[in-house]
């Protein structure tokens, strides 16, 4: 976080610490009648990862959407970097460096791993596609995440395995400089070693500086890998504190009432 | 070649993460046979390329030939590949469709409506010099698959029936055009040549070593650009190995067409219309392997939604291939009419139209999208004009070429599906 402009934070209430890579507060968005998110707060800090857990139609996807450019708010302010942020469009928050990797991936399974990699953004020499610089520069990616399992950066994504197309989807959002990289749950279709492979390789992103936001409801997942955990509930934040504060029984009761009575226990450290 | 190795496979080695499921990244290769392996390992897995069409087109041949001495001279397999240039020109057209996922039934009659707006235009009475004429029977079919393409795009109505009502509405245009006389006669010289012309022996050895020369340029200059990068590249050998081939077959070409295949007066020479498949292939191989256009075009017919998402315009992409499929489909009108020296109502695009799909499917390309090239087209429309030809010396009737043509083109879709099913995990 060295990119952080002093003097122009939010002029929010308890702004004690570091500021945060991307800062929410008070954001509401509706659908006609419906509130998908009224109020929300959030923190998202660079170098962790934040997991964002609640129950089927407590607002994640909106949540998403609304960072990602495709549901702009209704109301409330966001801060990148301390700076006010507006996206309308998900080419604008690539453009200050919000990647998502959606549930389904969105990639191509007939083009190979370089050209899913750099889809909508080649790099062109002389009017032709440049396969040697994107070639190399993918592989660079993957080998800098550790990803080794893939037998040639050439080959289709349909004969990938699921925790490797998901590691492909993931190199593709780091790729161009994202500093967010947005997770809907990407563990969610994977077995229990493609999950570990996943999950390590989200803990490397953090590790390397990124600011990472992890949709799930798997609890294994979330404890196994997040810094702090944010709680939504019917479109309100319940609860946003570090994972070590937390258990998975309180993470379920403030998931399904909204409230925990539990105190948590002094957990052994996540790692 | 050896430090080449160990300089590849050292990072690797220091790779954290190795622990979870790593196999490693795969080695450089440094010889001709490891590559060699590597092109193995990728046919096995079911990324044949035109391998299974070619060795059909092999099978078939043989076949033929046991059965009639007359099918391997060099006369018939030169009016073979003069046959196939129509079959070949219209699927290189319908792979454009096909590759998105889509289909254009119209592109038979669009070649029909090209060659009656060129034989009108190029009339003495109206006297329009060739290339004019020309020119503007391909803007119009360029404008015609603009229309057909931004209906199916910009409104969303599928693309089967959009081109099925252009197969009917243009079958009536180029009716209405022919009008009551039902054909015209082209007198126009230059554009009879297309069709039945040849080139001089001596021009046909300089224009085949100069295509050549170019295709080995580019070959090189690429392989050694991928060395350079220290990207899975063939070895220098291997490249020596692909032009000299290329340059072996098209001398074999050339001899071929050189050899006299006149019947009462000497005929020889390259035909213009081969010169122009070849260019025709070059161009759209170059526009769909080399170009972010060819690049969305796969892109779209693999995952539209994933296209859309990386910023794609689905519909200027989709419009452009539909109008890049009836501009060929314009070339094609062109070649027909050329080798005819006319066009009448006799013009069947229907027939050609669904012999264009089957010729693209037999060729390797995926009637689901995402899969194709524009040489599939080519091979595949002469697979087609090989059965129309072989059958016809041995005395078949029509309906016998039906059914054969029928039964390869169901071959090549189960050979294609049975080798698709070697993928881990396919489309």
């Known amino acids: 976080m060295t990119a952080i402009t002093e003097g122009t934070g939010p002029a929010s209430p308890a702004d004690d610490e570091e500021l945060p890579l991307l800062r929410l507060r008070g954001v509401s968005k509706h659908f006609g009648p419906v509130n998908a998110l009224t109020e929300v707060d959030l923190d998202i800090r660079a170098g962790q990862v934040t997991a964002l857990a609640g129950d089927n139609g407590a607002g994640k996807s909106v949540m998403i959407k609304t960072i990602s450019g495709i549901h702009p708010p209704d109301g409330g302010k966001m801060w990148w970097g301390g700076k006010p942020m507006r996206v309308h469009s998900p080419g604008e928050a690539a453009t200050l460096g919000i990647e998502t990797v959606y549930q389904d991936l969105a990639l191509c399974d007939n083009l190979d791993i370089v050209q899913n990699m750099f889809l909508g953004r080649e790099r062109m020499h002389r009017g032709q596609l440049d396969e040697e610089s994107m070639e190399n520069a993918a592989r660079e990616t993957l080998t800098s995440l550790a990803v080794t399992t893939v037998r040639s950066v050439r080959q289709p994504v349909a004969s990938l395995s699921g925790g490797q197309r998901q590691s492909v989807a993931i190199a593709k959002a780091v790729l161009w400089n994202s500093k967010l990289v947005i997770m809907d749950e990407p563990t969610a279709a994977l077995g229990v070693a493609q999950t570990a492979m996943v999950l390590a390789l989200v803990r490397r992103l953090a590790d390397r500086g990124h600011a990472v936001m992890l949709v799930s409801h798997n609890m294994n997942d979330v404890f196994e890998v997040a810094d702090r955990i944010a709680v939504l509930r019917l479109g309100r934040m319940v609860a946003e504190r570090p994972a070590a504060e937390m258990d998975r029984q309180i993470v379920v009761d403030l998931m399904t009432t909204g409230v925990s009575t539990r105190v948590a226990q002094p957990r052994p450290s996540a790692e | ?427």
């Open chain 2, 1 to 427: 070649m050896s430090n080449l190795k160990e300089a590849n496979s050292t990072p690797n080695a220091e790779q954290p993460g190795g622990d979870e499921l790593s196999t490693g990244a795969a080695p450089l290769p440094d010889s001709t046979g490891a590559y060699l392996r590597a092109s193995w390992v990728r046919i096995k897995g079911g990324e044949t390329g035109v391998l299974p069409v070619v060795a059909g087109l092999l099978l078939v041949s043989i076949l033929f030939q046991i059965a009639n001495r007359d099918f391997l001279t060099a006369g018939n397999l030169v009016n073979l590949l003069v046959q196939a240039a129509v079959f070949s020109l219209l699927a290189m057209g319908e792979v454009f469709a096909l590759l998105l996922g889509e289909i254009d039934l119209s592109s038979g009659f669009v070649a029909g409506v090209s060659a009656v707006i060129m034989a009108e235009l190029a009339q003495p009475t109206v006297g329009w010099p060739w290339w004019a004429a020309i020119l503007t029977a391909l803007v119009a079919t360029a404008a015609i698959g603009v229309v057909q393409g931004s209906l199916i795009t910009r409104i969303g109505l599928p693309s089967f029936v959009v081109t099925l009502a252009g197969l009917l509405f243009w079958e009536g245009v180029m009716l209405y055009i022919l009008g009551n006389g039902g054909a015209i006669l082209i007198q126009d010289n230059t554009i009879n040549d297309i069709g039945s012309a040849n080139l001089t022996k001596a021009v046909g050895w300089v224009v085949m070593l100069v295509i050549v020369a170019i295709y080995g340029a580019q070959t090189w200059r690429r392989d050694a650009r991928r060395r350079d990068a220290a990207l899975l590249a063939p070895p220098p050998s291997l490249t020596i190995a692909k032009i000299t081939f290329a340059l072996l077959a098209g001398a074999g070409l050339v001899l071929l067409c050189n050899a006299d295949r006149g019947v009462l007066v000497p005929v020889y020479g390259v035909p213009w219309v081969i010169l122009l498949v070849f260019a025709v292939l070059a161009l759209w191989t170059f526009v769909l392997g080399r170009l972010k256009f060819g690049r969305y075009v796969y892109a779209i017919g693999g995952n539209a939604e994933a296209a859309r998402r990386a910023g794609i315009n689905l519909t200027r992409i989709r419009t452009t291939a539909f109008m890049l499929c009836s501009l060929t489909a314009g070339i094609a009108g062109v070649v027909y009419a050329s080798r005819l020296r006319s066009i009448s109502t006799s013009l069947d695009g229907g027939t050609l139209v669904l012999y264009s799909v089957a010729a693209a499917v037999i060729g390797g390309t995926s009637l689901f999208g995402g899969r194709g090239k524009a040489m599939h087209g080519v091979i595949g429309g002469v697979v087609i004009a090989a059965i129309d030809n072989g059958m016809g010396l041995l005395g078949f009737s029509a309906a016998a070429k039906y059914i054969v043509t029928a039964l390869v083109l169901l071959i090549a879709v189960t050979i294609d599906a049975v080798a698709r099913r070697n993928r881990p995990e396919g489309t």
